[in-house]
Nanobody, 129 residues
Framework: QVHVVESGGGLVQAGGSLRLSCAAS????????MGWFRQAPGKEREFVAA????????GYADSVKGRFTISRENGKNTLNLQMNSLKPEDTAVYYC??????????????????????WGQGTQVTVSS
């Protein structure tokens, strides 16, 4: 059983910052590509950012480039998302996702949510104008 747990959501004014964290646990020897997705009311889930197992391969949605930073400690199944210059349109439930890969995997990240088999419950981010 793999558990993915997010933390760090909340309410912030436009222009402010929040930091989300995520941890995948349950299989001590497992390694994961990890990513963040979000879903706003009435909209489909969308890709936000993702990072490979080694941590060198990183990708962002165009809407968050230059404002959000994804990071992880190499070899650890913990993930962070630093969100700066937040806008009201960033309001959504943010989900952390994990895709298991071999420990020798040095490939890239995935921006398609269908590639991820483990998901957290989500954390609400609300940006007021």
């Amino acid at each position: 059983q793999v558990h993915v747990v997010e933390s760090g959501g909340g309410l912030v004014q436009a222009g402010g910052s929040l930091r989300l964290s995520c941890a995948a646990s349950g299989r001590t020897e497992a390694s994961y590509v990890m990513g963040w997705f979000r879903q706003a009311p009435g909209k489909e889930r969308e890709f936000v950012a993702a990072i490979g197992w080694i941590g060198y391969n990183i990708g962002y949605a165009d809407s968050v480039k230059g404002r959000f930073t994804i990071s992880r400690e190499n070899g650890k199944n913990t993930l962070n998302l630093q969100m700066n210059s937040l806008k009201p349109e960033d309001t959504a439930v943010y989900y952390c996702a994990a895709h298991r890969v071999p420990s020798w995997y040095s490939g890239g990240y995935y921006s398609d949510g269908n590639e991820y088999e483990y998901w957290g419950q989500g954390t609400q981010v609300t940006v007021s104008s």
